[in-house]
C-alpha cells in the first residue's frame, strides 16, 4: 500500500469539528468514516485535499471532512471541481455526490468531466430516492417505484450510472456498497489511486425513504452468491465458485460450474479490455443474473491538467513569456506627437 | 453611364478637405463587408483620424443570397476632429446587391453618395429584394449622387488571367470596391497590399487575385472621370501617444490579460460561446503565454461554475457571456456572494429577453444584473462606456472583487464589443496593481472574520496549512462560518453582505459634470450611450441651452454625489437603450421624477435623435 510519507496523520486528523447530521442508521455514516480512514494512508496532506458537493444529503459531506472544502450547487459540483482542478493541479479533489445530484440536475456536468479525464474522484452515493427534498423518484428509481411525487409509480425507465460513465468515457469505473466496509475502502482506495477522472457507485441505502432498497444482494448472509466481486486477472466467478459469467455475443452468459465443471470456462476480468465487455457486465442485475461490484474499468488516458500544462509549455517555448506591453503594442499602432 | 477608359494624361483631380465622413458598406453576408469595412477603417486609423465603427450583420452565418435577411452592413465615421459615435447617417453608402439597397438607402442622408453594384441588380436579385421597378432605371435615386459602377464585371475582366475561378474572383470585389474608397480618400493602398499577402499567406495566388482587385477599384477611381473630386479628412488632434484601434471585446480581453499581470493571479475563464461575446474568448485564448487559461465548458452554468472552482482555488475566476448565460450563471453568482469568493462576470449585452437580437445591442440587462438572483444578493455593477473604456473598466472589475471578495458584474453590449475607435495604449509601468493578500496565519482565524475596511473576509488558499475550512451555500456562522439557522444571524449576515458592497461607494471618484454645475436639465447615462449623449449635450450646450451630463460607471453601489447633483438641475432625463431600467433605479432611490428616452430597435442611439428629444424636455 501506499506510503504514508506524512507526520503520522489518523482519522481523526480528517474529521470536523461538526456533528454529523445524517439520519440515524444513514448508510453514509459508513462511507464518511471509510473515507476518514482511508486518508491518511494516502499520504498527502490534509491541506491539499478538497471536497466539493452539490446538493442532496450526500453533500454535506464535506462539512464533515477536515479538509478544504466547497459546498456548492444542486448538480454543479463536477463543473466547479473542474475549474479548481484545473486550476491548481497540485489538489487532490474530490467529488461527493448523489443519484439525483450527478444524474439529473447535474448530468451534463457529469458527463463532461468524465470525458475530460479531470482528475477528480467523484464518490456517487445512490440510493435510488430523493431524500433531503423527502422521497421523490430519482433518475436511478426502478421503474414502477411508487415515492411521493409518484404514487401509483415512475413511468420513467431508470439511469444504468454504469453504463453512463462508460459511455461518457470514463477511465475508472466502479462500483460497491455501504453493506461491505471491506470492499468499500479497498474501492475508495483505488479511486484515490487512479489518474484521471475516477468514478465511484456506492450502493448507499436510505434509511427513511427507500430503506433496504439493495439489501437483497447487498445484505450479507446472501451477497456471496448473489453478487459477483469482479477482480481484474480474476475469474468472473461467485456463489463459492460454483457459479460464472463469460461473454457469449456481447452478452453475459450464466456458468454453473457446479454440474458443467471444466466444459465451461468463466472469463477471466481484464479492466483493460474493450469498454463493451464493462457494458455487457454493467447489464448484469438480479434476479436473472448476479450484481457486479468491483472494478469494470480502469484505464490511462491523458489527464486534463497534464494535456493543459504540456500546451502551455508548448505555447511558451513558442512564444516566450508573455510580455504585456508588447501585446498591447502588436498589431498596427500609431503615434501622435 | 459609361466610364471613360482613358488612362491619360489625366487632368489633375481637386482634393477637397472634410473634416468628418460616415461611410457605410453594405452587402450580401457573403460579400465580405465586415471585412472591407475593418480594413477601411484600420487604413483610416493609421492615417491619423479619430472613428468609431458599427458594424451590422444578420445573426444568421449565411441568409439566403441577395435576401434582405441576407444583408450585412459595416459603418464608419472617421474624423480629423474628436469622434464620439459611429455617425448618425453615412453620406456616403455602397451598396453591393439591390437587397443592401433597399435595407440601407432609407439611412443615407439627401444628396448624399451613393455607389452601387449594378452587375449584381439583376432581375432575379431584384425581385428578391422586393423591388416592383429597378431603382437604377425609375428615377427614385434622383435624391442622390449615385455612382452605377459593375463592380462585378469590372472585377472579372481585372481578374480573367489570374486563373481563378468564378466564385474566388466574385469574392475578390469587395476589393475592388475598397480599392475605389481607398482612392477617393486619399488612402495609400500599401498596408491592404500588405495585410492581403498575410492574410492569403497560405495561398498565394487568392492574395495576388485580391491585390489585382484592389489596385483595379483603385485605379478605376483615379482613371474614371465619375468621381470628381478626391476627399481628404486630416489626422485628428488626438493627445500625444501611442494608438491603435481597438473593438471591446478586443479590449476586454486584453483587459484580462492585463488583470493578470497587475493582480499577481492567475485569470481563469470559464465561458460558453454565445454571440456577441465569444471574441473574448477567442483572443484570450490565443495569449497562453501569459498567466491566462480559458476553458470552454459545456454550458454557462459550468461556465461559471469552474470560474468559481478556480476563485475557491485561489485565483481569479471570470466568465464571459451575454444576456441569456447570465441568466444560467446567476444561481452561481449567488454562492460566490455567500460565499464571498471573487468572480468577474463580464455581460456583452445583446437585444433580448430569450434569444432576442443576438447580433444587436441593447442595455436591457441593468436590472438582471442588480436584482436578477433569489434572496438578498447584493453584488456590484460596472460598465464600459465605449470600445476602448473596455479596458480600463476590466480593471476596475478585478479590482473591486479582489479588495471585496465578491462576484462582481461588469456590462458591455454588441455595439461597443464589435465596434472599433482609436485607443491611447497605457504605460503598463503605470498601471496600478492589486494584488491580493492571501492569509496563511492559522492563529485565531475565523472563515467569515472581516477586514474593519472593506468589510471583505480573508482569501485562504487551499495548501495552506492549519486553515482548512468549508464554506457552501447554506447560511453561515457571521464568524465561524459553520452552517447556521439561527434567525439573528442570517439578519446580520444578509445586511453584513449588503453594507460590504454599498460601503464600495466609499471609493468611487467624485462623478464628473460635462456643463454647468446646475441648471435646466441633466442627461444622466450609463455604459455604451456615452459618445451620443455627451455629443448631443455639446450640441444643445453650443445652442445655448442649460444642459448638463453624467456618465455612470459603477451602477451598483451608485456614486455618493450623485443624489445631491441629481438635485441641482430642474429636469432629469436619462437615455437609455431599454424602458427605463436606470431611471426606475433612480426614481427609487433618490425620490427624483427622472424622465426616460427609451430606444429599443437593436441599435444605438442617434446624437440627432438625442438632441430632438432631449429638446422637447427643454421646452
New interface residues.
Given amino acids: 500500500m501506499t506510503e504514508v510519507v506524512q507526520a503520522k496523520l489518523t482519522r481523526k486528523d480528517f474529521q470536523s469539528d461538526q456533528e454529523v447530521r445524517w439520519c440515524p442508521g444513514c448508510g453514509d455514516y459508513v462511507i464518511l468514516a471509510q473515507v476518514q480512514k482511508l486518508m491518511p494512508e494516502l499520504g498527502i496532506a490534509k491541506e491539499n485535499i478538497a471536497f466539493v458537493s452539490g446538493i442532496g444529503c450526500s453533500s454535506r459531506f464535506p462539512y464533515y471532512m477536515n479538509t478544504y472544502g466547497f459546498h456548492t450547487i444542486h448538480g454543479r459540483a463536477p463543473a466547479i471541481a473542474t475549474g479548481l482542478k484545473a486550476s491548481r493541479p497540485d489538489l487532490q479533489v474530490w467529488v461527493v455526490t448523489g443519484d439525483g445530484d450527478a444524474l439529473s440536475i447535474g448530468g451534463n456536468h457529469f458527463i463532461h468531466a468524465l470525458r475530460r479525464n479531470v482528475d477528480l474522484k467523484i464518490l456517487l452515493f445512490n440510493n435510488r430516492i430523493y431524500g433531503l427534498t423527502k422521497g421523490q423518484a430519482s433518475p436511478t428509481s426502478e421503474l414502477g417505484k411508487k415515492a411521493k411525487s409518484t404514487p401509483y409509480g415512475t413511468i420513467d425507465a431508470p439511469f444504468n450510472p454504469i453504463h453512463l460513465a462508460l459511455g461518457a468515457g470514463a477511465t475508472f469505473v466502479g462500483r460497491t456498497s455501504d453493506n461491505d466496509p471491506v470492499h468499500l475502502m479497498e474501492m475508495l482506495r483505488r479511486t484515490a489511486q487512479h489518474k484521471g477522472s475516477a468514478f465511484l457507485e456506492i450502493l448507499q441505502n436510505c434509511v427513511v425513504f427507500n430503506d433496504a432498497t439493495f439489501e437483497s444482494f447487498t445484505a450479507k448472509e446472501v451477497r456471496d452468491s448473489k453478487q459477483i466481486y469482479m477482480q481484474h486477472g480474476k475469474p468472473l466467478t461467485y456463489a463459492g465458485g460454483t457459479k460464472g459469467l463469460r461473454l457469449t455475443d456481447g452478452h453475459a452468459e450464466l456458468l454453473d460450474l457446479a454440474t458443467n465443471g471444466k466444459a465451461a470456462t468463466p472469463m477471466t476480468w481484464n479492466e483493460q479490455a474493450d469498454v463493451s465487455a464493462a457494458f455487457a457486465l454493467a447489464s448484469c442485475h438480479t434476479p436473472d443474473y448476479p450484481e457486479p461490484v468491483g472494478v469494470f474499468r480502469a484505464v490511462d488516458r491523458p489527464v486534463h491538467h497534464m494535456l493543459q500544462e504540456e500546451q502551455g509549455v508548448a505555447v511558451r517555448t513558442k512564444l516566450g513569456a508573455g510580455n504585456l506591453s508588447k501585446l498591447l503594442r502588436a498589431g498596427d499602432t500609431w503615434t501622435i506627437s | 453611364m459609361e466610364p471613360s477608359t482613358t488612362k491619360s494624361p489625366l487632368p489633375p483631380r481637386k482634393s477637397r478637405e472634410v473634416s468628418a465622413v460616415t461611410i457605410r458598406f453594405c452587402g450580401d453576408s457573403g460579400d465580405g463587408m465586415q471585412f472591407t469595412g475593418s480594413e477601411f477603417t ?1 487604413i483610416s ?2 492615417a ?1 483620424n479619430d472613428l468609431q465603427t458599427l458594424p451590422d450583420f444578420p445573426a444568421e452565418i449565411r441568409a439566403p443570397v441577395g435576401t434582405l435577411a441576407g444583408v450585412s452592413g459595416f459603418q464608419v465615421q472617421f474624423s480629423s476632429a474628436p469622434v464620439f459615435t459611429p455617425g448618425d447617417a453615412p453620406e456616403v453608402l455602397v451598396a453591393m446587391n439591390p437587397a443592401a439597397l433597399k435595407s440601407n438607402l432609407s439611412d443615407l442622408v439627401r444628396g448624399g453618395t451613393l455607389i452601387m453594384n449594378t452587375g449584381a441588380f439583376t432581375q432575379q436579385n431584384l425581385d428578391k429584394a422586393g423591388y416592383k421597378s429597378n431603382p437604377l432605371e425609375d428615377g427614385s435615386l434622383s435624391a442622390y449622387r449615385v455612382h452605377s459602377i459593375d463592380i462585378s464585371k469590372l472585377t472579372t475582366t481585372a481578374l480573367a488571367e489570374t486563373g481563378l475561378s468564378a466564385r474566388e474572383v466574385g469574392r475578390a470585389k469587395n476589393m475592388f470596391a475598397l480599392g475605389m474608397m481607398l482612392w477617393m480618400y486619399s488612402r495609400p493602398m500599401e ?1 491592404t497590399v500588405k495585410f492581403l499577402e498575410q492574410k492569403f499567406g497560405k495561398t498565394p495566388e487568392i492574395a495576388a487575385g485580391n491585390v489585382k482587385a484592389l489596385k483595379a477599384g483603385y485605379y478605376y477611381g483615379e482613371t474614371a472621370e465619375i468621381f470628381s473630386e478626391t476627399i481628404h479628412v486630416a ?1 485628428a488632434a ?8 481597438i473593438s471591446g471585446n478586443e479590449s476586454t480581453a ?1 483587459g484580462l ?2 488583470v493578470s ?1 497587475l493582480s499577481g493571479l ?1 485569470v ?1 475563464l ?1 465561458t460558453y460561446p454565445i454571440t456577441p461575446a465569444s471574441d473574448i474568448l477567442h483572443e484570450l485564448s490565443k ?5 491566462v ?1 480559458t ?1 470552454q ?3 454557462e ?2 461556465a461559471v ?11 481569479l ?1 471570470v466568465t464571459t457571456t451575454s444576456g441569456p448565460g447570465v441568466a444560467l450563471m446567476q ?2 453568482i449567488g ?1 460566490a456572494l455567500t ?1 464571498e469568493l471573487p468572480l468577474l462576470v463580464i455581460n456583452v449585452q445583446r437585444g433580448g429577453p430569450s434569444t432576442g437580437l443576438p447580433t444587436k445591442t441593447e442595455q436591457a440587462d441593468l436590472l438582471q444584473a442588480i436584482c436578477g438572483r433569489n434572496g438578498e444578493a447584493p453584488v456590484p455593477v460596472l460598465a464600459a462606456s465605449g470600445p476602448a473604456d473596455c479596458f480600463e473598466a476590466v480593471l476596475e472589475a478585478a479590482r473591486l472583487a479582489i479588495r471585496y471578495m465578491t462576484p462582481v458584474i461588469l456590462l458591455t453590449d454588441g455595439f461597443i464589443a464589435n465596434g472599433q475607435e482609436p485607443w491611447m ?4 509601468e503605470k498601471l496600478a496593481r492589486f494584488e491580493p493578500k492571501f492569509r496563511t496565519d492559522p492563529k485565531d482565524y475565523k472563515v467569515y472574520l472581516r477586514d474593519p475596511k472593506t468589510m471583505a473576509r480573508a482569501w485562504v488558499r ?13 447560511e453561515k456562522d457571521s464568524l465561524s462560518g ?2 447556521s439557522y439561527d434567525p439573528e444571524n442570517h439578519e446580520t449576515m444578509v445586511k453584513t453582505r449588503a453594507a460590504k458592497v454599498a460601503g464600495i461607494a466609499d471609493e468611487i471618484p467624485k462623478l464628473s459634470v460635462l456643463g454647468p454645475a446646475k441648471g435646466d436639465l441633466l442627461v444622466l447615462g450609463w455604459g455604451s450611450t456615452c459618445g451620443a449623449i455627451q455629443q448631443a449635450v455639446q450640441q444643445l450646450q453650443a445652442k445655448g441651452h442649460s444642459v448638463a451630463a453624467v456618465h455612470l460607471r459603477h451602477l451598483n453601489p451608485l456614486p455618493k454625489d450623485l443624489g445631491e447633483i441629481l438635485k441641482r438641475y430642474k429636469k432629469v432625463v436619462i437615455p437609455e437603450l431599454n424602458l427605463g431600467q436606470l431611471q426606475m433605479l433612480v426614481r427609487a432611490r433618490y425620490l427624483v421624477d427622472a424622465q426616460g428616452i427609451h430606444k429599443i430597435q437593436g441599435k444605438p442611439f442617434r446624437v440627432s435623435e438625442l438632441v430632438h428629444a432631449l429638446e422637447a424636455h427643454l421646452s
Avoid at chain 2, 487551499?462 to 447554506?474: D, S
Fill in positions: 484600420r486609423a493609421l491619423g498596408p489626422p488626438l493627445p500625444p501617444g501611442t494608438y491603435r484601434s486584453l490579460v492585463a499581470e492567475k481563469f470559464g495569449h497562453r503565454n501569459f498567466n487559461f476553458f465548458a459545456e454550458d452554468i459550468a461554475g469552474a470560474a468559481l472552482g478556480a476563485a475557491f482555488g485561489g485565483n475566476g444561481e452561481t454562492l460565499v495604449l497605457p504605460e503598463v487551499p495548501g495552506t496549512p492549519g486553515l482548512e475550512h468549508r464554506i457552501g451555500g447554506l459553520n452552517v
